[in-house]
Nanobody, 124 residues
Framework: QVQLVESGGGSVQAGGSLRLSCAASGRTIRYHGMGWFRQAPGKEREFVATIAWTDDNTYYTDSVKGRFTISRDNAKNTVYLEMNSLKPEDTAVYYC?????????????????WGQGTQVTVSS
């Protein structure tokens, strides 16, 4: 099992930027799809972005396309989420997750491992 720890969350004004990091331990992430999910108050946990294990193809939910960028550094066992042009509706707890062998996005219930989450708050 991969252990995941997120960092980089915080409070920013609308239009600002944040860079989230997810550090993995326990085993290499090389053969794991990696992703970011988020959960806002009163809402279900939802897919934000994923990156495939084999070809680094990326996928994004429509609401963040053009604003967020997911990347991975297998040598550092780390996944990143660069968030630009943040909006108040982006406010949520952001979770890093993994699914072994994943090439495309998956539902939250299919995740192999979860991080503890990091809070992102965007004010108007």
């Amino acid at each position: 099992q991969v252990q995941l720890v997120e960092s980089g969350g915080g409070s920013v004004q609308a239009g600002g930027s944040l860079r989230l990091s997810c550090a993995a331990s326990g085993r290499t992430i090389r053969y794991h799809g990696m992703g970011w999910f988020r959960q806002a108050p009163g809402k279900e946990r939802e897919f934000v972005a994923t990156i495939a294990w084999t070809d680094d193809n990326t996928y994004y939910t429509d609401s963040v396309k053009g604003r967020f960028t997911i990347s991975r550094d297998n040598a550092k066992n780390t996944v990143y989420l660069e968030m630009n042009s943040l909006k108040p509706e982006d406010t949520a707890v952001y979770y890093c997750a993994t699914k072994y062998g994943a090439l495309r996005p998956w539902s939250p219930s299919d995740s192999s491992s979860w991080g503890q989450g990091t809070q992102v708050t965007v004010s108007s």
